[in-house]
């Protein structure tokens, strides 16, 4: 059974930096296909897709926010991080992971964590 | 940037059915997947490459596509399918990956 699971601060102040851990299982991100994706919803507001890392340690980002962040895995844990730095009251969201396959098949986000609220606030 | 296009809301009667939409320019290159999402709750994945539907979705969940525009299906809506829609596709590169805006469906 797949499951992922988000854990990182809820508060944060501005400028500082969010570290944010997804550890998974029923999975390993050593077989060839696998990945795991960061995606945030701001309160009452759309997905917004952030980062994305693969079986062979490919890294992407989106382009309005690459600045920003860097995406790692710890495959020994089961883990991927993502750091966000100089965090602003406009990054407030609840913070998913999510698994994507590419195998013969695409399915990207066909697992997801329950997500984590993160407020930027002073 | 990249960007795909849906309507803010669909109603639909119980028992009828509801289409959605989603533009974007990429889109005769690159596959649509839909995302449902309940109040409170995460995205689940409801159809992928265009028109393929995960176990355990129901068949009244379908997609097609045709040129720039996606359009994902609920035949014979009930109320457990309100919620939320996201349209996720890439542009032409794959460098923008993106979600759509989000349709909320109320189904009344």
């Known amino acids: 059974r797949v499951t992922l699971r988000e854990s990182g601060p809820a508060l944060v102040k501005p400028t500082q930096t969010l570290t944010l851990t997804c550890t998974f299982s029923?999975?390993?991100?050593?077989?060839?296909?696998?990945?795991v994706s960061w995606i945030r919803q701001p309160p009452g507001k759309a997905l917004e897709w952030l980062a994305h890392?693969?079986?062979?340690?490919?890294?992407y980002y989106s382009p309005s926010l690459k600045t920003r962040l860097i995406i790692s895995k710890d495959t020994s844990k089961n883990q991927v991080v993502l750091t966000m730095t100089n965090m602003d009251p406009v990054d407030t969201a609840t913070y998913y992971c999510?698994?994507?396959?590419?195998?013969?098949?695409?399915?990207?986000?066909?697992?997801w964590g329950q997500g984590t609220l993160v407020t930027v606030s002073s | 940037s990249y960007e795909l296009t849906q309507p803010p809301s669909v109603s639909v009667s119980p028992g009828q059915t509801a289409r959605i939409t989603c533009s974007g320019d990429?889109?005769?290159?690159?596959?649509c997947y839909w995302y449902q999402q309940k109040s409170g709750q995460a995205p689940v994945l409801v159809i992928y490459?265009?028109?393929k539907r995960p176990s355990g979705i129901p068949e009244r969940f379908s997609g097609s596509s045709s040129g720039t525009v996606a359009t994902l299906t609920i035949s014979g809506a009930r109320m457990e399918d309100e919620g939320d829609y996201y349209c996720y596709s890439t542009d032409r590169s794959d460098n923008h990956r993106v979600f759509g805006g989000g349709t909320k469906v109320t189904v009344l």
């Open positions: 490459e265009d028109n």
């Open positions: 999510a698994r994507t396959v590419t195998t013969a098949v695409i399915r990207p986000f066909d697992y």
């Open positions: 990429a889109l005769p290159k690159k596959f």
């Open positions: 029923g999975f390993s991100l050593n077989t060839s296909g696998m990945c």
């Open positions: 890392i693969d079986w062979v340690d490919d890294k």
